[in-house]
């Protein structure tokens, strides 16, 4: 196992213990922390893949996500199965709106500017096609929404909703991580890397420039649309309120460039930072939004590249990871 594959099972083990140690009985609003920081750690590490490492700035990912939940739940509903039977549909419907807007994108060789005023546009532009079709989204007021999830055991009752709900976006965490470190270790993340620093000279040396922004779209979108349904199952219901760009976008942006571009546990940190930050800050009432940006704007001028980056820096100055490469090698 090299480096980054031992990172990997550490936060795994990380994401098995969080439960055990935090989901005490009655402490059902710590539980909803965590998950809210797996739910936003899946959708900023989307973002990192097709932002970060092709310049696509999807500003549609509230959307994105809102198409992923109204597909699982109707297509549930009108189908009479469970939601866990439909989350795949929602996920590649999503996958194949973020497929048309790539292509469209990359052939029309748009500008990551160009790009991210389109797709805000179609954020805009789907949440309110959603309120509009109240007859079959329940518009303004929404869906209820809460049967992804398993009942507790009679043998196992500590195993809980919260504790079901977490383990299952830690999977789908673990899984995207593990796709992103196989991406920029094959011949996919060398071509993420040229499209990033010269589309011009890629295309000059025969890359297929579209198909690697249309793989990078689709893996973002698919795992976004997947990620959506569990919004509604933690608020028990799904409403276009829940997928504004505010809520969604504004805050994946501020995590990821928090945590880290192109870095592999940059969007973690980023997520569990932010939320952590916005969660604290609750009981300062009307103050809350002031001091938030204070602190934005304090961690944008002393992590300019990112949390992680700063803190890897550090590593590699006082030689702490290559010690532990030298050690694991070793072993």
Known sequence: MNWDSHRLAIVALVLVLIPPSFFAPGAGYIA??????????ILTTALNIVFGHTDQLLLFTGAVAAIGAYTTALGAQWLGVSPWLTLLLGASFAGIVGIVVTYVAAIRDLTVIVISILTLALQFSLIELINSLRDITGGVTGLMFNELRIRPLENL???TEDIVLFYTLSAILLALLALYQYLLNSKYGLAFEMIRQDETAAKSIGLNVVKYKVIAGFIATFAI????????????????????????????????????????????????????LNEQLRNFAEYRSILFGLLLMALFLYFRQGVVPFSEKCLDKYGVRRRATELLARS
């Open 157 to 159: 009752p500590w195993f």
């Open 32 to 41: 909803r922390i965590f998950i809210l920081m797996a739910l936003y750690a």
């Open 225 to 276: 649309g997947l990620t959506g349904p569990f919004f509604g199952q933690l608020s028990g219901f799904i409403g276009p309120g829940t997928f504004t760009f505010n809520n969604i976008d504004v805050m994946i942006l501020i995590m990821l460039i928090v945590g880290g571009l192109r870095t592999m546990y940059g969007p973690l940190i980023g997520a569990a930072l932010i939320i952590y």
